[in-house]
């Protein structure tokens, strides 16, 4: 075949490959005010640097060859903020972006590269499942699944990050789960299989948002990281998130410069905390006061809620935040902030990030409901990845810290030192219980019944409970008022950095599940 020949022939087949699912679907996108594939690749990424792998790949079914541009996948390479990533982003004006054979070889392909060469992976998710008839019988599923026996494990070499832009079911659910960082376009669904189906399962009717909508990934399942109302905020938000993340976990973060005003509100963060330990508050607006300016990044914000779980940079370093939030249940530690906490001590540990924990909580929520959603499995989970940690852990104790929690909460010998503000307190349990626990009668309160007595008794339960007796046993190395919080903060961090490892941690929770 002659050389113009051969040109033509490629510029038709790339013409093609490149109009995806064709005019009609693409306009319908538009209208509805959606990118499509090709565009979130283009936001996602620095001008001019994604090279496409794969772009003349189709259906291995003869009949749908000429029906499936790109095989429904778009995957390549290209820089985010001058760092390289491995990018598969679904097409879902190409038979609903399904999976099948040719595309999850190129996923393969992708995961292979980011982990050889150490660069993240991000998922532009929007599937409707394995495709149909592709994967029927034992051709079919023999080659979807047979062909990477390890697609789906994760030992978290290099950071995934993934959107959830509309309907997923199958890969790109797993994926989502899979991921370190797992943000979700409201409208979308995430779910094992489509509503359509499950109404055909259970014979009912099902209501997509009820099966895996944004409010109950956001607020029961703790599936996604955050929720947002646009395709351009997800993807803003999977840039901020990489933009913590060193690019393997053979190294340490990105250090960035300290911007002008950080710090200006710490000098008054005390303001913040009421003195009385009952008095609730918000917990964000101190870690927001301490960290770098503009640098504060929450992760699962509606899940959870007695806990927080941050990002962000003291100093320019980044640093992962852990703290128990006054404002919901009055910090006390349910089940579900325990599997946050969980997960997020395994996203530092696993990519060298120091972590801090700010602690002001009465215990773990305790009754039924508690025992039911497994929270002595939770609260020892948690405790075990807290002592399996190997990145630096400091610890400042702002006001009240009880019981097992102040254990879990990186007490004891669990940090490698330990603030505690004036207001810090710690004990067994809170005196008003432990004085009803000791002198009170069954059905009775003694604050009611007596409460001379009650006062008595409380205040000899309180007096060995002050931050004074804590420095004095060494249970914690340094006592400091309020303001002086981030400089203590930075200059520890500048002390336990992991010389001997040049900054790395050892890794010890890389293979925790990301779900469980």
Not at 229 to 257: C, R, W, Y
Request: with cysteine; proline share 4%.
């Amino acid at each position: 075949m002659a050389s113009d020949e051969l040109h033509m022939q490629y510029n038709k087949r790339r013409e093609v490959a490149l109009a995806m699912g064709g005019e009609a679907k693409l306009e319908r996108r538009r209208n509805a005010g959606i990118m499509n594939a090709r565009e979130r690749i283009d936001y996602l990424l620095d001008a001019n640097t994604f090279i496409e792998s794969g772009l003349f790949a189709t259906s291995l079914l003869p009949e749908d060859r000429y029906k499936t541009p790109a095989d429904g996948k778009i995957t390549g390479y290209g820089r985010i903020e001058g760092r390289e990533a491995a990018i598969v982003a679904n097409d879902f004006t190409v038979k609903g972006a399904s999976s099948a054979g040719t595309n999850m070889k190129k996923i393969s392909q992708m995961q292979r590269t980011s982990k050889e060469r150490g660069i993240p992976m991000v998922y532009l998710g929007e599937s409707s499942g394995a495709r149909i008839p592709d994967n029927m019988g034992g051709i079919g599923m023999g080659t979807l699944l047979g062909g990477n026996p390890n697609q789906y494990a994760r030992l978290r070499e290099c950071p995934w990050a993934s959107g959830i832009l509309g309907m997923s079911y199958g890969s790109a659910t797993w994926y989502g789960c899979m991921s370190d960082f797992n943000v979700m376009r409201k409208g979308s669904v995430m779910a094992v299989s489509s509503e359509r189906l499950v109404s055909m399962a259970i014979g009912e009717k099902v209501d997509p948002e009820e099966l895996g909508g944004w409010r109950l990934h956001s607020d029961v399942t703790g599936l996604i990281d955050m929720a947002v109302e646009t395709d351009e905020e997800a993807i803003d938000a999977i840039k901020q998130f990489l933009s913590f993340m060193p690019s393997h976990n053979g190294e340490k973060p990105p250090v960035k410069s300290t911007p002008k005003g950080s710090g200006d509100g710490a000098r008054d963060v005390a303001s913040l905390v009421p003195e009385s330990r009952t008095q609730v508050y918000d917990m964000r607006k101190v870690v927001r006061a301490v960290v770098d300016k503009d640098s504060y990044f929450e992760l699962k914000p509606r899940f959870g809620r007695t806990a927080v779980t941050a990002l962000g940079r003291m100093g320019g370093q980044v640093v992962g935040f852990v703290a128990n939030n006054p404002l919901s249940k009055a910090g006390a530690m349910d089940a579900m902030a325990c599997d946050k906490i969980t997960s997020f001590m395994v996203l530092c540990d696993s990519y060298n990030i120091p972590l801090a924990f700010f602690v002001d909580n009465p215990g773990f929520v305790i009754g039924l409901e508690a025992e039911r959603q497994k929270a002595p499995g939770k609260i020892i989970n948690f405790m075990n990845a807290l002592q399996l940690v190997t990145v630096p852990k400091l610890t400042v104790m702002l006001r009240k810290n009880y019981g097992q929690a102040y254990i879990n909460m990186a007490g004891g010998q669990n940090a490698a030192d330990v603030a505690a503000w004036l207001t810090a307190e710690v004990s067994f349990m809170d005196p008003t219980f432990a004085v009803n626990v000791v002198h009170g009668s069954e059905g009775s309160l003694l604050e009611d019944t007596d409460p001379e007595r009650f006062q008595r008794e409380f205040e000899a339960f309180q007096k060995d409970n002050s931050v004074w007796d804590l420095a004095a046993t060494y249970a914690v190395q340094q006592v400091i008022p309020p303001a002086e919080t981030r400089a203590w903060l930075i200059r520890m961090l500048e002390v336990h950095s992991n010389r001997r490892t040049g900054g790395l941690g050892e890794h010890r929770l890389h293979n925790w599940p990301t779900s469980y």
